[in-house]
């Protein structure tokens, strides 16, 4: 089964909203990433938070990591019709070298 | 530089056939992934590798599959006898670190994936 699962599946917000995506896992992680894809292409890097941080931002995304929980959230402040992507969490795994473990993804639309 | 590039992007091919992708990950990275992309799910691991050899390769769905990596630069990805269920975009990316001590479990850089459909 998927190490990473995200939730909502699916998210539809207005301009100007935020936009809160969950990530939740099983095993222990040396980090976790966030990633963007836009239809019919690859995905990019949005922000990485190691095991030992709770926070990070990045411009207008926060994402905060709770290992007690083995969650993390993606906040998107302030959000734009260019948003409207699909996001996904990748966990590195402990002890299993870089290999990233994708989750099913939380489909976001920014409606103008 | 130049980002990472897959060829082809679009390839439709006869059930059982072979078929090769190929990838080209950004000059200098190390590690190199494989992931394959059902249509609306999420990514699944296939295969990475660290220079040419593959530390893990618990993700190829079958013996049909197989990858690899020559001169630690180009890789290929090739399945044998094509089945209806193979048909997905498969996904390559590469990254400049990799394991302990090396910025373990760096960002991938993402190609923009080849769309195979198996007829």
């Known amino acids: 089964s998927q190490q990473g699962e995200e939730d909502p599946q699916a998210l539809s917000i207005q301009e100007g909203e935020n936009a809160t995506m969950n990530c939740s896992y099983k095993?222990?992680?040396?980090?976790l990433q966030w990633y963007r894809q836009n239809s019919g292409r690859g995905l990019v890097h949005l922000i990485l938070?190691?095991?030992?941080?709770r926070e990070k931002h990045s411009g207008r995304l926060r994402v905060t990591l709770d290992t007690s929980k083995k969650s993390s959230s993606l906040l998107i402040t302030a959000s734009r019709a260019a948003d409207t992507a699909s996001y996904f969490c990748?966990?590195?795994?402990?002890?299993?070298?870089?290999?990233?473990?994708f989750g099913q993804g939380t489909e976001l639309s920014v409606k103008p | 530089g130049a980002g990472v590039s897959q060829s082809p992007s679009n390839k439709v091919t006869e059930k059982g056939k072979d078929v090769e992708l190929r990838c080209d990950p950004i000059?200098?990275?190390?590690?190199l992934y494989w992931y394959r992309q059902s249509l609306g799910q999420g990514l699944e691991f296939l295969i990475y590798?660290?220079?040419?050899?593959?530390?893990?390769k618990s993700g190829l769905p079958s013996d049909r599959f197989s990858a690899e990596r020559t001169g630690g630069s180009v890789s290929t990805l090739t399945i044998q006898r094509t089945q209806q269920e193979d048909s997905a975009v498969y996904l390559c990316?590469?990254?400049?670190?990799?394991?302990?001590?090396?910025?373990?479990?760096?960002?991938?850089?993402f190609g923009n994936g080849t769309r195979l459909t198996v007829t």
């Open positions: 990316a590469s990254s400049s670190k990799i394991g302990p001590g090396q910025g373990f479990g760096s960002p991938l850089h």
């Open positions: 095993t222990s992680i040396n980090n």
């Open positions: 938070i190691r095991s030992n941080e």
């Open positions: 990748a966990t590195v795994l402990y002890n299993q070298g870089g290999k990233l473990i």
């Open positions: 000059s200098g990275h190390t590690a």
């Open positions: 590798f660290q220079g040419n050899s593959a530390p893990d």
